[in-house]
């Protein structure tokens, strides 16, 4: 049998230690995305990890895959560029809460509306954290953060399920506590074509934690842990228990043909390889 | 269709989408606007059948972005736009120009700021092509004034997006992307075409920004067993962040000399009608097409008038500009927009001639009788 991979062929020890602050999720959150490229035995060269600005952003700096670092909110246009430059290219997008759906709404929406093969992977911290702790478009009504000190007055999107209206062939929720399910959705997410998302609910102690969780940073895990809930069991709550929780699971995976897949159907001369020579 | 050869009938903007294909393009993103349009058309209609592929994105900002990741993927890529649609594009032109990218940005000038006078022409974006994105840099950005220069320096622009890897702009307007005149196309094999240099080195060895001694590092791509890390933060010769003290330094006088050291293999200017003269106009574009009219208008007035075209915008001409005006009597700058390129003339005017402007901002071709007013005005 051969020899299984380690996360180390994805991972770049030798820019240890992290930058992000004791406490934050990034780093389980990359562990899970390394594992998973190994388990999934993905040559390191056939990989691009395309980034963001923001905490999460900084990600590339930690990859041994090919690796894009771009401008706020553009992680996903470029990645399309990528991805049609060479379909044969794994492309992973990684971006935050207010990277991927404020700035970079209009690029989602649209990336998954034309099930672009590329895997999305949203920290979601509920927080703009390099900044210094702004609400973001994931930021719960109510909730406090230095632009909302009273409390902020705009409804949450939800992640999930506007990948899901917008067409993204699958979706899935888990968190920073939940490791093993966390890293076996992002392989499910590698390994299918199309647009697929995989938010990953993260902790961020330092800014949204320490204004609306009570205590420390094992308390703001612990507040990730008890807000994830299964659909069973979330269908069976009251409107008011439902406000505070999060579905987790798998909640979209269907087969909707890519982009690249349909418009080589209808321009058939558009070859696999991209070197035709034209008429 | 199949590729039109020989003589045709053409207009501008399917001499560029034409000249991009043939230049070896395989890669266009972009979003629809008026008067560029008709460059998509041609690149979703054909390049399929070149292998290569087309796509609209949501808007302006993405489409730069996507012909950056496309590039890097080791297609030739490029985008066309107008004013509005040029002004989102900055963002991510600064991107590429940081991660040196090469990828072509064409922009068919229109009136503005904002909506303007939709869709007619103006040459006021010059300064916006040579500083729109933020922070220190180079570009170089090219004026077609006929439909057979859309196709050839579109070709060129590649060409030097490739050698240099940057992006170039082609810096042109309504009038020269929309009007039909006839072109000569060559055939493809002929022509010479330049692609991006590939790293000498075994992977293990390759660092992505490390440049060869013509300060230009080797270009890997996305799936090549060489590792290529391109980054819009501050980096070194790995690619990856860097944060020391003379990083950026060491990053941004590189970029700026791996351009400006190579001057004569960018600079392209034309002289046009007699050597002496009493005014010498400075022009580009469509604007240009005009003074060669009036360098023989003139005679008959007894003012005897040539012209200097600048075909490379950016980096400005200062050498050809300063030889012109220390060998005139009086210089006319005539640019369709309120005085941008006459900023860089005086810049460079050392030996103090009088330099006027003729100022176009109607939303039409520069009328002749602003320019021989001008003219007139300067033998005074």
Known sequence: MAVKLSYREYFKEEALPLMWCAGCGNGILLRAITDALADLEIPPHQVVVSTGIGCWGKADDYMKTHGFHGSHGRALAFGTGIKLGNPDLHVIALMGDGDALAIGGNHFIHAARRNIDITAIISNNFTYGMTGGQYSPTTPLSYKTTTSPIGVAEPAFDVCSLSEECGANYVARSTVYHVTQLKRFIAAAIQKKGFNVVEAINTCPTHFGRRNIPGDTVEMMNYVKEISISKSRYEKLDEEEKAKHLVTGELVNRDRPDFLSVYREINPAASETGRGEGK | MSRPEGIQLMEGNHACAWGAIDAGARFYAGYPITPSSEIAEVCARELPAYGGTYIQMEDEIGSMAAIVGASLSGK?????????????????????????????????????????????????????????????HPIIVLCPATVQEMYDFTIRAFNLAERFRTPVILLSDQVVGQTYENISLPDPASLKLVTRKKPGVPPEEYLPYQPDENLVPPMAAYGDRHILHASSTCHCETGYSNFKYGTNRQLLTRLKDKIYNYLDEIIEVEHFGPVDADVTLVSFGSASRVCKYLVGEAEKEGIRVNLLRLITMWPFPDQEVQKALANTGACVVAEMNQGQVINEVNRVNTTNTPVHLASGIDGELIRPEIIMTSIREAVK
């Open chain 2, 76 to 136: 030739k890529s490029f985008t066309a736009t107008s004013g509005p649609g040029f002004s989102l594009m900055q963002e991510n032109l600064g991107v590429g120009i940081y991660q040196e990218v090469p990828c072509v940005v064409v922009n068919i000038q229109r009136v503005g700021p904002a909506t303007g006078l939709a869709t007619q022409p103006a040459q006021a974006d010059v300064m916006q092509a040579r500083w729109g994105t933020h922070g220190d």
